[in-house]
């Protein structure tokens, strides 16, 4: 009688243990599976700011060369974009709250649900 209850013990103990491993495995896959795609969503996100800025740098390129035909001197032209470009930092930095940090927050929580929904 206790041989048996000392080998059913055993067996338990071994299957507990094999359980808890098991777990342990699939919270490592859980988690290595959410920080790829956190990692996937940032890497596309710095592509498209990337993206994004090359686009504005060209049409700003494309503005002066624009104003200076029309206004007949570049130096002009680059005045004026500086100052839209300072105007349009000033407007930026006074609505970032709306504007940049709100979004930014929504999306961030917007990747946290999606992955604690997984």
């Known amino acids: 009688m206790n041989q048996n ?3 059913d013990i055993g067996e338990n103990f071994e299957y507990v243990k094999t359980i808890v491993s098991n777990t342990i495995e699939i919270k490592k896959i859980e988690a290595a599976e959410s920080v790829a795609q956190i990692l996937g969503k940032l890497i596309l996100s710095v592509f498209v700011i990337l993206l994004t800025g090359l686009i504005l740098v060209g049409f700003c390129v494309i503005c002066v060369i624009w104003l200076a035909s029309v206004l ?3 130096i002009q032209a680059i005045v004026i974009l500086c100052g839209v470009c300072f105007i349009t930092l000033v407007l930026l930095y006074l609505f970032r709250k709306p504007l940049l940090y709100r979004p930014c927050i929504s999306f961030i929580d917007s990747i946290i ?3 604690n929904k997984a």
């Open 113 to 115: 649900d999606i992955d």
């Open 72 to 74: 007949g001197s570049t």
């Open 5 to 7: 209850l000392i080998q």
